[in-house]
């Protein structure tokens, strides 16, 4: 009977719900780094080292860059650090980066490395994905 069940349902609904679920799945982890960024203050650091790590990117590896940084919230100094994806060239050592910084707990941080425009982006894509899934889903249930 179940299986009777998955032969009937339209593919435009299966189709908006792997949208709109993937949108979410997609989106839900920067969603929760802007609300919990959102009270965060801004810095300047000075990059400490960086170098280039193997991770795994799926199912091959990539190279990332782990930058160590340092920074300063009100008379207190703090050290951080952040696995980004940029050449590795593009921190050296005693160069001048934005960090952003929780003003209640300053040892928390993070390098703002991630352009506005680039979780903007990713942001709108997830939205386009949602709303055309709701779109399949209400082709389908109609």
Known sequence: MPVEFLYRVPRWVAFGVVLVVGAVLFAAPQVMDLVR??????????VAAAREVTATCGRSECTRLQVEYRY????????????LSARPNAYPAGAAVPVRYDAAD??????D???????????GLAA???????????KGLR
């Open 37 to 46: 960024e959102s009270g965060w203050r801004t810095t300047e650091g000075q």
């Open 72 to 83: 300063t919230a009100g008379a207190q100094s703090y050290s951080g650090q952040a696995e």
């Open 106 to 111: 300053p040892s928390q941080s993070t390098l």
């Open 113 to 123: 490395a991630t352009a506005p425009s680039q979780r903007a982006l990713g942001l």
């Open 128 to 138: 386009v994905a949602a709303v055309g899934g709701m779109l399949c889903l209400w």
